[in-house]
């Protein structure tokens, strides 16, 4: 987002009350992926329909690799501690919590970005309970 799209927003935001409306952008585009024959030939002949293949298909060439995106065990999942300054982001997020701040949960509004928001924003007002919680769907350029 530019600086002068985020004034807006914040300025839209503090009009409404704190509530968000989010404006859907009229140029979007959508970007076609070459599905990669060999990943889709393997997925199919693990079990996966010709959907499913297709979507693992258009998103990795990883066919050594595949029964992990499938059939993915916890053992296969990278170790958070591994994040660059997970520690820090920790602490900030307690800190913001604790204070009863405002928090801003900025997503990307594709399928992970809208998931993982999504995910986030029950836990911080259902497990967390703190409802100075509002989010913004970001646009792609």
């Known amino acids: 987002m530019k600086p ?5 927003l914040l300025t839209s935001f503090k009009a409404t009350g704190g509530r968000l409306i989010l404006k859907v952008r009229q140029n979007m585009h959508f970007i076609q992926r070459q599905k990669d024959e060999a990943v889709y030939a393997r997925a199919l002949d693990l079990g996966l329909n010709s ?20 059939s993915p065990r916890l053992k296969d999942i990278m170790d958070y501690n591994k994040l660059k300054d997970i520690d820090i982001a920790t602490d900030l997020f307690i800190k913001h919590i604790n204070n009863n701040s405002h928090i801003m949960l900025c997503t990307d509004i594709d399928q ?10 029950v836990f911080i007002t259902d497990i967390l309970k703190h409802n100075n919680v509002s989010y913004v769907l970001s646009e792609r350029a």
Not at 51 to 70: G, M
């Open 4 to 8: 002068t799209e985020i004034k807006e």
């Open 112 to 121: 992970d970005g809208l998931g993982a928001c999504s995910i986030l924003y």
């Open 51 to 70: 959907i499913e293949a297709t979507i693992l298909a258009n998103r990795t060439k990883d066919i050594d690799n595949l029964e992990k995106y499938i």
